[in-house]
């Protein structure tokens, strides 16, 4: 069975940087709520953390947004409420949610981009441009949850310990920064350990090459002629016009025009095809094996 994650890192460079890309540069509700929908609904069914915690921070970043906006923002012509002589509009009320859609669906957009791009896709993309950039990103994942679990340990110890405590305020804060001083040790110990490493390998002497097991196939070449079709479909009718959406002074009507909706359309298939393709291969491998 072969998943959406397992493509080719190009054709996934490639998708993550259309679908990002169209909702990071509109403020259409529509191609704004398709990119919310479809970004969560794969990080949420298809490997990445479901836990409620780690679906605060994007709430928190919606509700924070919608709420800050209307407070800081006072354009438009709808008065809700009049809040220490500021009045409080639809228009920025509106604005605000939609910046807040925006942001939390480009932030799964990343995580599930993070999630999927190890660092052997790094170096098979970047390798050949550039293998000093691609050394340092493949690196720069490659910590990021080493050091979330080195800091985990390093807490469990102290608490075993007994000099990690979480009484009150001033204890948890003296805790975290005994962790984080600990933590800091540990990070230059294990850089100078890796370059001393590297150096003894004969880094940086002579051309660097690398294997790959990565191979452009035709599912690939169908996936990102899929993926430039759709994109073309929705960058197509926001370079016309017919996407065009204004909060201020007064909050427009949405286009219900042809060129519209093949808009809505292709971003929502856009959207929506990681998970669709993976749902079809969960499918067609339920279905083989009722055969068996």
Same mark, same amino acid.
């Given at each position: 069975?072969?998943?959406?994650?397992?493509?080719?890192?190009?054709?996934?460079?490639?998708?993550?940087?259309?679908?990002?890309?169209?909702?990071?540069?509109?403020?259409?509700?529509?191609?704004?709520?398709?990119?919310?929908?479809?970004?969560?609904?794969?990080?949420?069914?298809?490997?990445?953390?479901?836990?409620?915690?780690?679906?605060?921070?994007?709430?928190?970043?919606?509700?924070?947004?919608?709420?800050?906006?209307?407070?800081?923002?006072?354009?438009?012509?709808?008065?809700?409420?009049?809040?220490?002589?500021?009045?409080?509009? +639809?228009? *920025? !009320?509106?604005?605000? $949610?939609?910046? /807040?859609?925006? @942001?939390?669906?480009?932030? &799964?957009?990343?995580?599930?981009?993070?999630?999927?791009?190890?660092?052997?896709?790094?170096?098979?993309?970047?390798?050949?441009?550039?293998?000093?950039?691609?050394?340092?990103?493949?690196?720069?994942?490659?910590?990021?949850?080493?050091?979330?679990?080195?800091?985990?340990?390093?807490?469990?110890?102290?608490?075993?310990?007994?000099?990690?405590?979480?009484?009150?305020?001033?204890?948890?804060?003296?805790?975290?920064?005994?962790?984080?001083?600990?933590?800091?040790?540990?990070?230059?110990?294990?850089?100078?350990?890796?370059?001393?490493?590297?150096?003894?390998?004969?880094?940086?002497?002579?051309?660097?090459?690398?294997?790959?097991?990565?191979?452009?196939?035709?599912?690939?070449?169908?996936?990102?002629?899929?993926?430039? +079709?759709? *994109? !073309?479909?929705?960058? $197509?009718?926001? /370079?016309?016009? @017919?996407?065009?959406?204004? &909060?201020?002074?007064?909050?427009?009507?949405?286009?219900?025009?042809?060129?519209?909706?093949?808009?809505?359309?292709?971003?929502?298939?856009?959207?929506?095809?990681?998970?669709?393709?993976?749902?079809?291969?969960?499918?067609?491998?339920?279905?083989?094996?009722?055969?068996?």
């Amino acid at each position: 069975m072969r998943k959406f994650s397992d493509g080719n890192p190009l054709v996934l460079l490639a998708y993550f940087s259309a679908a990002a890309g169209i909702a990071m540069f509109t403020m259409h509700p529509v191609l704004l709520g398709l990119s919310l929908l479809g970004s969560a609904a794969y990080w949420l069914f298809s490997g990445g953390d479901r836990s409620f915690k780690n679906q605060l921070f994007p709430v928190c970043l919606l509700l924070g947004l919608t709420l800050l906006n209307p407070l800081v923002y006072h354009n438009g012509q709808t008065v809700l409420f009049v809040m220490n002589h500021n009045p409080i509009t +639809l228009e *920025a !009320a509106l604005y605000g $949610l939609m910046s /807040g859609v925006m @942001a939390s669906g480009v932030l &799964y957009w990343f995580r599930s981009f993070c999630r999927i791009m190890s660092s052997d896709k790094l170096l098979y993309l970047f390798g050949s441009l550039s293998p000093k950039t691609a050394l340092l990103l493949s690196m720069a994942l490659r910590y990021v949850p080493l050091y979330k679990k080195q800091a985990q340990a390093i807490q469990q110890a102290q608490k075993g310990l007994g000099l990690y405590k979480e009484d009150n305020a001033l204890d948890s804060m003296k805790g975290g920064l005994r962790v984080f001083s600990s933590l800091t040790t540990w990070a230059l110990e294990t850089g100078i350990v890796t370059a001393d490493s590297m150096a003894a390998r004969g880094y940086g002497i002579g051309r660097r090459t690398f294997f790959s097991l990565f191979r452009f196939t035709r599912r690939d070449g169908l996936l990102l002629t899929v993926t430039a +079709l759709l *994109a !073309a479909g929705t960058l $197509l009718p926001m /370079g016309s016009g @017919a996407l065009e959406f204004t &909060y201020y002074p007064i909050i427009s009507s949405l286009s219900g025009s042809f060129t519209a909706w093949a808009g809505y359309v292709c971003y929502g298939l856009l959207c929506l095809l990681p998970t669709l393709m993976d749902t079809l291969e969960v499918l067609q491998w339920k279905y083989l094996q009722s055969g068996i």
